[in-house]
C-alpha cells in the first residue's frame, strides 16, 4: 500500500514550451501533497505543499505563475512549468500523505520525472 | 528555523561491517526524525522515523536509529553493511505541529565495497 506514481518519468522539451507532471497516489487518499525539486547531488528542496481543492502554498523563492500546481482530487497533483527554460531541467519529486489514520502521517514520495529542457 | 546537517558527504564501508550514518538536527520544539534513501534516478524510500516514546528506531532493512535529545542527533546504523545498501541518505526533520513540513538534510552518500 501507500504507493504514489509519477507520470512521465522522463521528458524532454524545447524551451518556451509548457510541461505538466502528474503525481497520483494509487491505494490512499492524500489530503496534501507536496512537490519538490532536486538538482544533480544536491537535497530536495520543497517547491510547494498542495491541498486538494484550494490554492497550493509556494516556498520562497518559487515563481507561482511558473510552476503552477493543481490539486483537483485525493487522488491527483499536477505541477505545470510553464514557458520552460534550461535552467528548470532537473528531478522532479512529489510526495503524498496518507490521510487519516495516526497523528502524524508519514510522506509517501513518487518515483521522480526528470525533465530536461533544450 | 529547523534545519538538518549531514555531515558527511560519502561515507565507506566495508560489506559485513557495521555503518552510522550521521545527522544533527535543529528545531524550536519536538521534533519529528525521519530517514530516507534514494537509489539512481529514482524517489525516496522511507527507512524509519522517530516521533516520540524509544529512542532506539528500528526500520526497514535492518536500519535502526537513535534518537539523542542532548545531542540532537538522529544517526543511522545497521550492524552488517551490504553492497546493495549503497545509496543516497537522507536525513529530514520535521516539527511537532501536526504540518508535515519536511526540511532535509542535503545527503549521505553510502559506498559498501565488496
Known amino acids: 500500500g501507500a504507493v504514489v506514481s509519477q507520470h512521465p518519468s522522463r521528458v524532454i522539451c524545447k524551451s518556451g514550451t509548457s510541461v505538466k507532471i502528474e503525481c497520483r497516489s494509487l491505494?490512499?487518499?492524500?489530503?496534501?501533497m507536496f512537490w519538490y525539486r532536486q538538482f544533480p547531488k544536491q537535497s530536495l528542496m520543497l517547491m510547494a505543499t498542495?491541498?486538494?481543492?484550494?490554492?497550493?502554498?509556494?516556498e520562497q523563492g518559487v515563481e507561482k505563475d511558473k510552476f503552477l500546481i493543481n490539486h483537483a482530487s485525493l487522488t491527483l497533483s499536477t505541477l505545470t512549468v510553464t514557458s520552460a527554460h534550461p535552467e528548470d531541467s532537473s528531478f522532479y519529486i512529489c510526495?503524498?500523505?496518507?490521510?487519516?489514520?495516526?497523528?502524524?502521517?508519514?510522506?509517501?514520495f513518487g518515483p521522480g520525472t526528470r525533465l530536461t529542457v533544450l | 528555523a529547523q534545519s538538518v546537517a549531514q555531515p558527511e558527504d560519502q561515507v565507506n564501508v566495508a560489506e559485513g561491517n557495521p555503518l552510522t550514518v550521521k545527522c544533527t538536527y535543529s528545531?524550536?520544539?519536538?521534533?519529528?526524525l525521519f530517514w530516507y534513501v534514494q537509489y539512481p534516478n529514482r524517489g525516496l524510500q522511507f527507512l524509519l522515523k522517530?516521533?516520540?516514546?524509544?529512542?532506539l528506531v528500528k526500520g526497514s532493512y535492518g536500519f535502526e536509529a537513535e534518537f539523542n535529545k542532548s545531542q540532537t542527533s538522529f544517526h543511522l546504523k545497521k550492524p552488517s553493511a551490504l553492497v546493495s545498501d549503497s545509496a543516497l541518505y537522507f536525513c529530514?526533520?520535521?516539527?511537532?505541529?501536526?504540518?508535515?513540513?519536511?526540511?532535509f538534510g542535503t545527503g549521505t552518500r553510502l559506498l559498501v565495497s565488496p
Open positions: 491505494d490512499f487518499q492524500a489530503t496534501t
Open positions: 529530514a526533520v520535521s516539527l511537532n505541529t501536526g504540518f508535515q513540513k519536511l526540511v
Open positions: 510526495s503524498a500523505i496518507y490521510r487519516g489514520g495516526a497523528s502524524y502521517n508519514e510522506q509517501f
Open positions: 528545531v524550536s520544539g519536538n521534533p519529528y
Open positions: 522517530y516521533i516520540t516514546g524509544d529512542n
Open positions: 498542495s491541498n486538494e481543492g484550494s490554492k497550493a502554498t509556494y
